[in-house]
């Protein structure tokens, strides 16, 4: 086997069987790997400089094709369901074999590297990828060792992604022959039959989610953070698509993160080195940070190009509404370094309401808190998963539920814990619709959304007038700077107040039907946060 690039001299793929393939490419630089790119005719160079690839049949995650070895390390700890499938660990191990035949021969990309901020819970991790792409991602996506730290780098997790391979679903137990397949026993996750790069992340995100519980009582969180000058930390709930990316990077708030962090008793810390972020409409104006962050070194998926021209059309949506670029976090001018913050004092809720029914900004006592936090509602934005076109309601506890392998209350209770005891202020934001339903209404303007968001930051909302929502018992503000007051009610957005009343009803019965499998563990302020009906007119 041939080895080329910086190594821990005693390393080597045999943990991993993997012996005869052509050359390993270990930890080589972004520009080796565009190179590399280029060359096999995975991508073409933007006019930016960033690097512009396409992921295959797969632009978005395959949720129904995530699985996790059920052995004795995840059998009693493991919420097994409708988010977490078992899978058999003579299966993985068949499958294992599978992938490392089919490397045999090939070049492979190898790159070491590390999750987690604080040094106090770092994780290594290795990548074994068959695309130079892949690797980059990688680099972009994680913490990356000195070339010091890589000369005794040894890992504890390690990643196999194949994309060219896929498994005979008759024969090896999966789905489809697409996989993404955790296995907590060998520390090991085999993905293949997909070239989406978010499998990547969101595998070692599961990872984290399992063990910074369990065995460091440290919450692992699917937020954004970022922090003030006066050293405040937000954090920022929210599946994709409602905007965490957009939301944390300020320009007058440091950047401690855009996706995944842990909430130690020291802190936030972020587990990641980069950013992934939704393209979709991206504009200069609307978002600076981002669109200046899409240069050299940086991914961008699935996009198209204005015509004969090499400058990205963020407004093409003819691959996929799924749109993304990764980038390294220090293409965030303002990032923190290294990635922590302290404990928070503000935590915003966002949710995309599709139904065009919950006020854009509304304070939560802890009762709500808790329960509009294992509530997890949003709506599925197109694209984000196969098969998803458009807007659809869901609910996804703890804001993140496709990737929490433990029961969503483990993760709740200890939000509660946290929450109490550092006494924060808690909101629920509405980036979705106002006005009527998906289709009828408008979208939240960005620019009222961050003014009401910089408006409870500085503490502007703490002594205004509030008024009850009439179904969700929210707390709205009568007034908040920048925004207009008729915005804030939702109910006064809509042309016909009986046909919101209807809506409202529609979703408050949703809400109530999703919580009934929480019930049980509910305490009684929880419980009273519920919404309720009110009679129609």
């Not at 302020?525 to 009679?535: D, I, K, S, Y």
Request: net charge negative.
């Amino acid at each position: 086997m041939k080895e080329v690039g910086i190594k821990n001299p005693a390393a080597d793929l045999s943990s991993l069987n993997i012996t005869q393939v052509k050359t390993a490419y270990w930890n080589l630089t972004p520009e080796e790997l565009v190179e590399h790119s280029l060359c096999a005719k995975h991508g073409v160079l933007s006019d930016s400089g960033a690097l512009c690839i396409r992921t295959g049949k797969f632009t978005g995650r395959s949720p129904l094709d995530r699985f996790i070895v059920k052995d004795t390390v995840t059998d009693k700890l493991v919420d097994w369901g409708q988010i977490n499938f078992p899978f058999q660990a003579e299966h993985f191990d068949q499958l294992h074999e599978k992938m490392v035949t089919y490397l045999a021969e090939k070049d492979v990309y190898v790159r070491d590297a590390c999750a987690c901020a604080d040094d106090s819970y770092r994780l290594r991790l290795r990548l074994v990828s068959e695309y130079p792409w892949s690797n980059q991602f990688a680099y972009n996506m994680f913490l990356r060792p000195t070339a010091e730290d890589l000369q005794t780098f040894s890992p504890e997790w390690q990643i196999i992604c194949a994309p060219g391979f896929e498994a005979d679903p008759e024969v090896d137990g999966t789905r489809q022959k697409n996989f993404a397949i955790l296995n907590f026993t060998k520390k090991l996750i085999l993905i293949g039959g997909t070239g989406y790069t978010g499998e990547i992340k969101k595998g070692i995100f599961s990872v984290l989610n399992f063990v910074l519980p369990i065995e460091h009582h440290v919450l692992s969180m699917h937020c954004s953070a970022n922090v003030g000058k006066d050293g405040d930390t937000a954090i920022f709930f929210g599946l994709s698509g409602t905007g965490k990316t957009t939301l944390s990077a300020d320009p007058e708030r440091p950047l401690i993160g855009d996706d995944e962090h842990g909430w130690s008793d020291k802190g936030v810390f972020n587990f990641e080195g980069g950013c992934y972020a939704k393209c979709i409409d991206l504009s200069e104006e609307k978002e600076p940070e981002i669109y200046h962050a899409i240069r050299h070194h940086a991914i961008l998926e699935n996009i198209g190009f204005l015509p004969g021209t090499r400058t990205p059309d963020f407004a093409d949506d003819s691959i996929t509404q799924n749109t993304r670029v990764s980038y390294p976090i220090y293409h965030i001018d303002n990032a923190v370094t290294p990635s922590c913050g302290g404990v928070p004092t503000n935590i915003f809720f966002l949710t995309c309401d599709a139904f065009g029914v919950l006020p854009p900004i509304s304070r939560l006592d802890p009762g709500q808190a808790m329960y509009h936090f294992i509530s997890g509602y949003t709506a599925k934005v197109a694209g984000t998963e196969e098969g998803i076109k458009e807007p659809q309601t869901t609910f996804s506890a703890c804001f993140g539920s496709p990737f929490l392998p433990l029961h969503p209350t483990r993760y709740a209770e200890m939000l509660g814990e946290k929450m109490q005891k550092h006494q924060v202020r808690v909101w629920l934001i509405n980036t979705g619709w106002t006005g009527g339903v998906y289709g009828v209404g408008n979208r939240i303007k960005l620019r009222f959304t961050r003014a009401m968001i910089a408006a409870a930051l500085r503490g502007e909302l703490d002594d205004v007038e509030y008024k009850k929502h009439q179904v969700f018992g929210l707390n709205m503000p009568l007034n908040c700077p920048n925004v207009p007051d008729e915005l804030l009610d939702p109910r006064t957005t809509w042309s016909d107040a009986t046909a919101y009343d209807l809506k409202a009803n529609e979703l408050a019965a949703a809400f109530n039907r999703n919580f009934e499998q929480f019930a049980k563990a509910a305490s009684p302020e929880m419980l009273a946060a519920a919404p309720r009906q009110v009679a129609l007119v």
